[in-house]
T-cell receptor, first 117, second 107 residues
Framework: GAVVSQHPSRVICKSGTSVKIECRSL??????MFWYRQFPKKSLMLMAT?????????EQGVEKDKFLINHASLTLSTLTVTSAHPEDSSFYIC?????????????FGDGTRLSIL | GENVEQHPSTLSVQEGDSAVIKCTYS??????FPWYKQELGKRPQLIID?????GEKKDQRIAVTLNKTAKHFSLHITETQPEDSAVYFC??????FGTGTRLKVLA
């Protein structure tokens, strides 16, 4: 089956550090990937839709300059949390679609737990 | 934007009983309706999905029913087991998640 690898699984770093999270589709090409943020006991909140070769589409209220998304190839999307602060601590999870059609199952990474001290 | 709500938000059932979770959505363009199960600290897992040209789909103990006119679809779990305890999310259109339902199956 389709596999998505997300790395790292856990990050603990000091306030002011920038953190990069990678999301790779291992055995399929992913034109579209999604980035979510999840707070404890809450739902997955869509942050942005990442499209290969073009700018990401950010959801309302998500700071583009804070959460930089790059989707430079059909198998890799990255999320960089710039100058992270304690309020950025959360569970971040990516997903990928096979092909460009939205109405189909997503393939999720294992998520990244980010803790900013 | 899409407004997706689930009811109930928490549900406790005795082992062997049935559980039903309802998802209401606002975007009439939705034509793909999956349900995901998420265990603590793990990725969501697709458990069943349905497309708008079908009213009901069943896979062993799990079923999904769709009422596109009323804009809601429901997850049905029969003969619940302790391992069914988790948080369940609907995601009309596939990528906007509902508010979530915490299911606890009591042994």
């Amino acid at each position: 089956g389709a596999v998505v690898s997300q790395h790292p699984s856990r990050v603990i770093c000091k306030s002011g550090t920038s953190v990069k999270i990678e999301c790779r589709s291992l055995d399929f090409q992913a034109t579209t990937m999604f980035w979510y943020r999840q707070f404890p006991k809450k739902s997955l909140m869509l942050m942005a839709t990442s499209n290969e070769g073009s700018k990401a589409t950010y959801e309302q209220g998500v700071e583009k300059d804070k959460f930089l998304i790059n989707h430079a190839s059909l198998t890799l999307s990255t999320l960089t949390v710039t100058s992270a602060h304690p309020e950025d601590s959360s569970f971040y999870i990516c997903s990928a679609l096979e092909g460009a059609v939205f109405n189909q199952p997503q393939h999720f990474g294992d998520g990244t737990r980010l803790s900013i001290l | 934007g899409e407004n997706v709500e689930q009811h109930p938000s928490t549900l406790s059932v005795q082992e062997g009983d049935s559980a039903v979770i309802k998802c209401t959505y606002s975007d009439s363009a939705s034509n793909y309706f999956p349900w995901y199960k998420q265990e603590l600290g793990k990725r969501p897992q697709l458990i069943i999905d349905i497309r708008s040209n079908v009213g009901e789909k069943k896979d062993q103990r799990i079923a999904v029913t769709l009422n596109k006119t009323a804009k809601h679809f429901s997850l049905h779990i029969t003969e619940t087991q302790p391992e069914d305890s988790a948080v369940y999310f609907c995601a009309p259109r596939g990528y906007i998640f509902g508010t979530g339902t915490r299911l606890k199956v009591l042994a």
